[in-house]
């Protein structure tokens, strides 16, 4: 599938890093290092901006290392980028670990997938058909 880019930075377009692999890592396009205090939360920017493709969006995940090592992540995970948006990719990064964490120009710090997607068309109804599951939420399928 072809998605055009406009890349302002100077690191290379997202790629996978092994064959099989879903998402491509992206890349933060700072001036200066950021430190990210234990708790703190901060928009990173890319330098990337799309034109997503009408049905498709690009998800922004956490990268699994960071989260396990430092517990960096995602804050509003997955985020989502719609078709409609053409401003820079950012990402918003939160420092769940302990210590401090500095975000280094051109430092892996997110997945992107292109994800399709269905629009919606809501169909109001009085009754829904019945399920095994039935109304059981939270909790209710076992430990």
Same mark, same amino acid.
């Given at each position: =599938?072809?998605?055009?880019?406009?890349?302002?930075?100077? %690191?290379?377009?997202?790629?996978?890093?092994?064959? %099989?692999?879903?998402?491509?890592?992206? =890349?933060?396009?700072?001036?200066?290092?950021?430190?990210? /205090?234990s708790?703190?939360?901060?928009? *990173?920017? &890319?330098?990337?901006? =799309?034109?997503?493709?009408?049905? +498709?969006?690009?998800?922004?995940?956490?990268? !699994?290392?960071?989260? +396990? /090592? %430092?517990?960096? &992540?995602v804050?509003?995970?997955?985020? &989502? *980028?719609?078709?409609d948006?053409?401003? @820079?990719? /950012?990402?918003?990064?939160i420092? +769940?670990? !302990?210590?401090? +964490? @500095?975000?280094?120009?051109?430092?892996?710090?997110?997945?992107?997938?292109?994800?399709?997607?269905?629009?919606?068309?809501? /169909?109001?109804? @009085?009754?829904?058909?019945? !399920?095994?599951?039935?109304?059981?939420g939270?909790?209710?399928?076992?430990?």
């Amino acid at each position: =599938m072809e998605v055009k880019v406009r890349n302002v930075s100077s %690191h290379p377009l997202p790629q996978i890093q092994t064959i %099989h692999a879903a998402g491509v890592d992206i =890349m933060a396009y700072l001036r200066e290092p950021i430190v990210l /205090k234990s708790g703190q939360r901060a928009l *990173i920017p &890319t330098g990337l901006f =799309m034109e997503i493709p009408v049905g +498709f969006e690009v998800q922004i995940r956490p990268r !699994s290392g960071l989260a +396990f /090592k %430092h517990g960096i &992540t995602v804050l509003n995970s997955p985020g &989502t *980028i719609d078709a409609d948006y053409r401003g @820079e990719v /950012k990402v918003l990064l939160i420092n +769940f670990g !302990s210590d401090d +964490f @500095e975000i280094k120009n051109g430092e892996r710090i997110a997945q992107m997938i292109l994800s399709k997607h269905e629009i919606i068309e809501w /169909k109001p109804v @009085e009754i829904l058909s019945e !399920s095994g599951r039935g109304t059981g939420g939270y909790g209710s399928t076992g430990k």
